[in-house]
T-cell receptor, first 109, second 114 residues
Framework: GQQLNQSPQSMFIQEGEDVSMNCTSSSIFNTWLWYKQDPGEGPVLLIALYKAGELTSNGRLTAQFGITRKDSFLNISASIPSDVGIYFCAGGSNYQLIWGAGTKLIIKP | DTGVSQDPRHKITKRGQNVTFRCDPISEHNRLYWYRQTLGQGPEFLTYFQNEAQLEKSRLLSDRFSAERPKGSFSTLEIQRTEQGDSAMYLC????????????FGEGSRLTVL
């Protein structure tokens, strides 16, 4: 079946640092999405990408839909404490999303 | 609050019991999804409704699982004869009538089977 490889699994960073994470797939997707999940909550959509090569920003977040349609990355600039959480990529085909296993972001005190 | 709401938030049950979860989607959303999430993993698709029609079910959804959306509004997910492996977070999401993946999730119903 379809699988997404999301990396890194976790990141320990200092406040103010930039963060980068990515997802790769063996399959092509029509849509790439990035979600964030806080403990005990459902995922919240951060960025949705619809075209190969598309680069989209949402505040300090920037994401790109890979030109091959098999990968995507998410960058967070100048991280702040509220950025902690788990970030998921998801590849979309029709109604269904295939999800990565998540990148856990931890900010060192 | 006009987001997706799920009830109950937490359910502890003994193995073999039946449990039912309810989801109230955002009112103007036609599409409703159920996902299951275990610790350290992303959500796994279970089933999807377009209005009241259940259009797709994952192979993960065994015969013990049934979902309904009788009037195209709220939905229920029932698990019969629960097993310890059913312990997970059950997430409901809704979206507008476009296959974009822009899902709005509820806070989830956490099931613990003892």
């Amino acid at each position: 079946g379809q699988q997404l490889n999301q990396s890194p699994q976790s990141m320990f960073i200092q406040e103010g640092e930039d963060v980068s994470m990515n997802c790769t797939s063996s399959s092509i997707f029509n849509t790439w999405l990035w979600y964030k999940q806080d403990p005990g909550e459902g995922p919240v959509l951060l960025i949705a990408l619809y075209k190969a090569g598309e680069l989209t920003s949402n505040g300090r977040l920037t994401a790109q839909f890979g030109i091959t349609r098999k990968d995507s990355f998410l960058n967070i600039s100048a991280s702040i404490p509220s950025d902690v959480g788990i970030y998921f990529c998801a590849g979309g085909s029709n109604y269904q999303l295939i999800w990565g296993a998540g990148t856990k972001l931890i900010i060192k005190p | 609050d006009t987001g997706v709401s799920q009830d109950p938030r937490h359910k502890i049950t003994k193995r073999g019991q039946n449990v039912t979860f309810r989801c109230d989607p955002i009112s103007e959303h036609n599409r409703l999804y159920w996902y299951r999430q275990t610790l350290g993993q992303g959500p796994e698709f279970l089933t999807y409704f377009q209005n009241e029609a259940q259009l797709e079910k994952s192979r993960l959804l065994s015969d013990r699982f049934s979902a309904e959306r009788p009037k195209g509004s709220f939905s229920t997910l029932e698990i019969q004869r629960t097993e310890q492996g059913d312990s997970a977070m059950y997430l409901c999401a809704s979206s507008k009538d476009r296959a974009t993946g822009e899902l709005f999730f509820g806070e989830g119903s956490r099931l613990t089977v003892l």
